[in-house]
């Protein structure tokens, strides 16, 4: 890597182009302070224990730990965004830790709150909704009340909570086995040099446009998860029991039914999702089929599914003229979303250039008490500018929820969390389309608007499908084989690619190296949370939609089920329509590059 030698350190930076933390704290004895005020603070928790019976008391207490938790937050944001600057200096991992320390006995010393609340009457539960007192934080005790049949007694409570830490096992110990343990062979890059496969490289290698490295890469990798899939197939099984475990525990008739209920989303919406993307999977099939013969190939391996489609332009943009472009793409999203634009373009929000040592990637991230910082590894391509309108709009709803919610409602879930960085990016495409017109701009922002929605909505689908079959297999006390896995996961890729592609027999081990499938039905949102976005653009870039609509939703943060929000958008999700139409646009755009190509 020759490029390192000339990557900057980061004093040799200008401030202008990173993120004012100095406004989260100007002298780091306050953050030590904030600590030791936390202690003090949380001190003060038990002394309620056996008095949680009215109002104020439980006001007292609800206002004292949600102060804590905000405290606790910034100081956390604070290490976190200082630890990213430069990964090798070690003193913010340690800040890190004792805000992470603290998080995690907090947690503890609060778990009798709710067992305590719950073992009120059904009246007198109904009667803490409608004290004043309680006003502030009517929603999260609506929620604990709501779901008062899956709260248990103390005593189990504190037994469930005992187990968790063993119950983490299968998990913690794919995540060793994957990216600690596990080594993987080298192999002959592009240029004839043997490098060593990681899972970053694997990636890399597979949109090489050397299709023979590309298979190289492919065979490589699965040989060595072929020689585990045994071990990765108990660690799934015993991830999957620990659900089915907590789920009845909490007497939930099934794992995905306790997950999906935390977010107060029906059934219905998770098998809307797989009904409608598996009626647009002809288009798919198309789709492959246009790989085919861009390719210029008689199959389409499953090593050839992310090869590039339309070379990268050599396009450079500076940072500046990014945000130009952006600015005016957003303009229909008005004038309040705008000024918050502006603020964040000029107020170093957003930490833009890569140096020495600053974690690679971007996102966005704040606290109630801090702007919605972004880091970025900003390199002028055009994909840094769809990354700074995807980042900028998870940090408009952040700023937008803090601003109009108290802390206790500001959070909003991740069902809706990549709305509005999806709109962004719509918006963004939408805009670039009228201004890029030549043949080749047009391949390139087709293609980037089809690999989103193979990457989310198609991909994170059948892999939210597979979830679910696997998730019942256990459910039904049917043994989880390695076998069994692969075949079933087989059929899946043979149902999405169609009959087009050679179903490489490596490919039946996917499911061994995905994360995600660790992450408790959480795959299914980024496929909603995006036809959600799709939706709502398609009806701003029409007119069709109220834009007051639109910024109520960002505001109203977590003070309402997911569901009801998008609803408030015209979105509904418990029917297929939003994806479904979301997928249309996927079809028309295959056509589009069909006749582009
Ligand atoms: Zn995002």
Not at 271 to 276: G, K, P
Request: proline share 3%; with cysteine.
């Amino acid at each position: 890597m020759s490029e390192t030698s000339s990557i900057k350190e980061r004093s040799e930076t200008p401030e202008i182009s990173k993120w004012d933390l100095e406004r989260l704290y100007d002298d780091e004895s306050k953050w030590k302070k904030d600590m030791d005020r936390v202690g003090s603070e949380k001190a003060n928790i038990l002394d309620f224990k056996g008095r949680l019976k009215e109002p104020r008391e439980i006001a007292d207490l609800i206002r004292l730990t949600d102060n804590i938790s905000r405290r606790l937050e910034k100081a956390f944001t604070y290490a976190h965004l200082r630890h990213d600057e430069d990964l090798r200096i070690t003193k913010y991992q340690e800040f890190h830790d004792i805000a992470m320390n603290h998080m995690v006995k907090l947690e503890m010393e609060t778990s009798f709150i709710i067992p305590e609340i719950l073992q009120l009457s059904d009246e007198e539960l109904n009667s803490l909704l409608e004290a004043d007192e309680l006003q502030f934080a009517k929603v999260p005790l609506k929620d604990i009340i709501r779901k008062k049949e899956h709260f248990l007694s103390e005593r189990e409570e504190m037994l469930l909570a005992m187990a968790d830490d063993a119950l983490e096992t299968p998990g913690k110990v794919f995540k060793m086995l994957n990216d600690a343990d596990l080594t993987f062979p080298s192999i002959k890059d592009a240029d004839g040099n043997e490098v060593e496969l990681s899972h970053g490289r694997y990636f890399s290698f597979m949109i090489s446009e050397d299709r023979d490295v590309r298979k190289r890469a492919f065979k490589a990798m699965y040989s060595v998860y072929e020689k585990h899939k045994n071990t990765f197939a108990a660690l799934l099984e015993g991830e999957l029991k620990k659900r089915m475990f907590r789920a009845k525990a909490r007497n939930y008739p099934s794992a995905i039914g306790s997950s999906l209920d935390n977010d107060e989303i029906s059934l219905e919406v998770y098998d809307s999702l797989i009904e409608a993307v598996r009626s647009h999977l002809p288009s798919m099939h198309d789709y492959i089929d246009i790989r085919r013969s861009v390719l210029e190939i008689d199959q389409v391996h499953m090593y050839d599914v992310y090869a590039p489609l339309v070379k990268d332009f050599d396009r450079k943009i500076s940072y500046e003229e990014a945000w130009d472009i952006i600015l005016e793409a957003l303009t229909p999203l008005g004038d309040e979303i705008g000024a918050i634009l502006r603020d964040a373009r000029e107020n170093r929000w957003i930490d833009v250039y890569e140096n020495r040592g600053k974690r690679s990637g971007a996102y966005s991230s704040g606290c109630y008490d801090s702007v919605p910082y972004i880091l970025m590894n900003f390199e002028g391509k055009v994909n840094d500018v769809f990354t700074l309108a995807h980042e900028i709009g998870h940090s408009v709803h952040t700023y937008l929820a803090n601003k109009n919610q108290p802390h206790i409602t500001a959070d909003y879930r991740i069902f809706v969390a990549e709305v509005a960085s999806t709109v962004n990016e719509n918006l963004l495409l939408h805009h670039l389309s009228k201004v890029w017109t030549s043949r080749e701009e047009r391949a390139y922002l087709i293609n980037h608007h089809l690999d989103s929605f193979k990457g989310t909505v198609f991909r994170q689908t059948m892999f939210a499908e597979f979830e679910q079959l696997i998730s019942s297999m256990v459910e039904d006390y049917q043994p989880l084989t390695a076998e069994g896995l692969s075949e079933a996961y087989g059929k899946l890729n043979r149902d999405h690619f169609g009959p087009g592609t050679y179903l490489d027999d490596e490919i039946k081990l996917e499911w061994s190296r995905i994360p995600h499938f660790y992450y408790n039905f959480y795959v299914y949102k980024y496929a909603t949370g995006f036809s959600a976005a799709t939706a709502i653009s398609n009806s701003i870039i029409s007119g069709k939609i109220d834009l007051e609509a639109y910024t109520n939703m960002l505001k109203a943060g977590g003070s309402k089920p997911p569901i009801d929000l998008l609803r408030d958008v015209g979105v509904d999700l418990s029917t297929p329509k939003p994806v479904d139409d979301g997928l249309k646009l996927f079809d028309s755009l295959v056509d589009d590059l069909s006749g582009l190509l």
